[in-house]
């Protein structure tokens, strides 16, 4: 199904046309004065210098053309040219009649479906998921949702963090706490225990510890970063105990994200494409685009229009050490080769928006993808306390994920406690579902690429712009529905009837722009853009439902038709909460 605009314009176009002016004047938009009309066109205003005419005369002449029109019931000239318009009650049931029989609700498959894959969650073995890595994984998981929604191939890699320093300073804890393991006999020949020989408990106590250790103890340190370097080199111990870190941590992060709704197609890490770097590095070489500068090796990704200074980006340190920059790289010859994307989106936050125009430019510079290959870096703010700063625990500690999520419960589970009837494990379960609802939509209704302020009254609130208001809008709709049928109705078979009212207009209104909306927060990876519909859904709904009496109505015609109005609004409802990346219960 088209978009209403393009409709609403294709008319206006027509109209222009018939008039003796350009069709493309008549460009319909939503109406900058809801109290006046429903979308507006100023295409006579623009069309005042072509014709040398007056925009209100030109304005008339278009009005005159749409009396008889099946689309506009009211179109208006108003100085100094604008066309006010308002749409045919018919019409409007038709749009949500085609609307309601098409798959997805009249949004269109893309011209040219895209493979993407998305960059996200960001953890690091070892170190247990923070309030910090919320906004990756819950605004992550809703990209990627949405895209697959508008029909796009979306593949998903969590990207772990398994390179780095924190490999070394585990693997130095593991061996001052057993240095007897064959892991660190580095004449040993055989075979590695199948079983991990520690719990993700005592790596997430050793980690701290070494941590804070080799800031103090600089012999430590260097052993830290030895550790490291043998990991990342291969050495056959090292890496066999890496990659039991990697797979106890797995085995964790997997639970943790799915009390977020969060999965990810790949598990693979900065680790994963150890084999590639010496390839790439020689490539580099080869090009001519690599050199040694100060004994590490670099390629420059200065452009002539820079304002700022853009340093090389490094590719190996002088000990020959590679970086997050070569894993980053690296990971792109590999998706290039399994996968060949179309576009490569990565999430985090903001502060590594210098490291991304790096890695960009030098995989472009390279050639290490098509020109036509889209990388686009994703940038989030920080999660903030009410007092405005990076938001802690009680004491001042970082707020582990599993903290936040465990406080967002119980305080659910109170809210839904107070004055309702359910059983302990039932309160228990909803209470978990609003949870998570309360949590991502608190997070995902602001943009993205701003700091939000992390407030647990609010964003469990069931009024307002929150999870829990939209998740009640829809068990009330739900509960409606099941009452109709209880009477005996059929809600399958309800048929839409025209607008009775203005609050059963504008509800109608909105929910013919779905595919629009959907389509913009997909283009332009926009859950907040969902989040902002369905908030207005939900009050137009609310709106709609205080002011009529739907189960109690004699026109039996009359109540079919709100009903089947009931059943499209909690459709499209569903669906937006789940490409947020939540659900709704049956009650709550
Ligand atoms: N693990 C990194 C961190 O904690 C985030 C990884 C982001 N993805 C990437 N391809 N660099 O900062």
New binding site residues.
């Given amino acids: 199904m088209k978009k209403l605009l393009d409709l609403l314009t294709e008319e206006m176009g027509k109209a222009f046309e018939a008039a003796g002016y350009d069709g493309a004047l008549g460009k319909v938009g939503l109406s900058n004065r809801p109290d006046l009309c429903e979308f507006q066109c100023n295409g006579a205003m623009a069309g005042a210098k072509q014709y040398h005419k007056a925009p209100i005369m030109i304005a008339n002449d278009v009005a005159a053309k749409l009396t008889e029109s099946k689309v506009f019931q009211e179109a208006v000239a108003v100085a100094p040219g604008f066309l006010n318009l308002k749409l045919h009650k018919s019409y409007l049931k038709e749009l949500l009649d085609t609307m309601s029989g098409e798959e997805k609700f009249g949004l269109e498959a893309p011209a040219k479906a895209k493979r993407i894959m998305i960059?996200y969650g960001?953890?690091?073995v070892a170190k247990p998921l923070h309030v910090g890595h919320l906004r990756s994984a819950v605004i992550g998981e809703s990209v990627k949702r949405i895209n697959r929604y508008v029909g796009h191939e979306v593949i998903g890699d969590a990207?772990l963090?398994d390179w780095g320093l924190q490999m070394g300073l585990v693997i130095v804890g593991l061996k001052e706490r057993y240095p007897d393991w064959v892991y660190f006999d580095e004449s040993y020949q055989g075979e590695y225990p199948e079983e991990a020989p520690f719990t993700i408990s005592e790596l997430e106590e050793i980690y701290p510890a070494s941590s804070i250790r080799s800031k103090e103890d600089a012999e430590y340190k260097a052993k830290a970063m030895e550790a490291t370097f043998k990991f990342q080199q291969g050495v056959r111990g090292y890496w066999a105990l890496g990659k039991k870190i990697r797979e106890v941590s797995i085995v964790d992060l997997k639970k943790n994200y799915s009390a977020l709704n969060v999965e990810f197609e790949l598990w693979n890490g900065e680790s994963s494409i150890k084999d590639l770097i010496p390839e790439m590095v020689q490539y580099m070489k080869d090009g001519g685009w690599a050199y040694i500068s100060d004994g590490a090796l670099v390629v420059d990704v200065k452009e002539e229009t820079d304002t700022k200074e853009m340093p090389p980006c490094m590719i190996l340190k002088s000990d020959g050490a590679s970086l997050?920059n070569t894993t980053?790289l690296a990971?792109i010859l590999d998706r290039v080769r399994n996968y060949d994307p179309d576009q490569i989106i990565?999430l985090?936050d903001k502060r590594q928006d210098l490291y991304f125009q790096q890695v960009f430019r030098c995989a472009r510079k390279t050639k290490l993808v098509k020109p036509e290959t889209e990388l686009t870096w994703m940038s989030f703010g920080t999660v903030n306390g009410k007092d405005g700063k990076p938001f802690k625990t009680r004491d001042g500690g970082v707020m582990r994920l599993e903290q936040l999520i465990s406080d967002t419960r119980q305080e659910m589970y109170r809210k839904i406690c107070e004055g309702r009837e359910m059983s302990e494990e039932e309160a228990h379960k909803v209470a978990d579902q609003v949870a998570l609802a309360a949590l991502i939509y608190g997070d995902l209704s602001n943009q993205a690429s701003k700091d939000y302020i992390f407030d647990m009254e609010k964003f469990t609130s069931f009024e307002g712009d929150t999870g829990p208001y939209i998740l009640y809008t829809i068990v009330r709709i739900k509960s409606i529905l099941a009452k109709y049928a209880q009477q005996g109705g059929d809600v399958e078979k309800a048929v839409l009837g025209e607008a009775q009212s203005d609050s059963e207009k504008a509800l109608m209104l909105l929910l013919a722009q779905f595919n629009s909306m959907m389509e913009g927060a997909a283009a332009e990876l926009a859950p907040h853009r969902v989040c902002a519909y369905i908030y207005e859904l939900a009050n137009d709904f609310n709106h709609f439902y205080h002011e009529t009496k739907i189960l109690t109505e004699e026109n039996e015609t009359r109540k079919a038709g709100w009903i089947a109005l009931l059943k499209l609004t909690r459709d499209v409802l569903q669906d937006c909460i789940s490409v947020l990346g939540f659900d709704a219960p049956e009650k709550m």
């Fill in positions: 960059d960001g953890a690091n990207h963090g997050y980053d990971t990565y985090t």
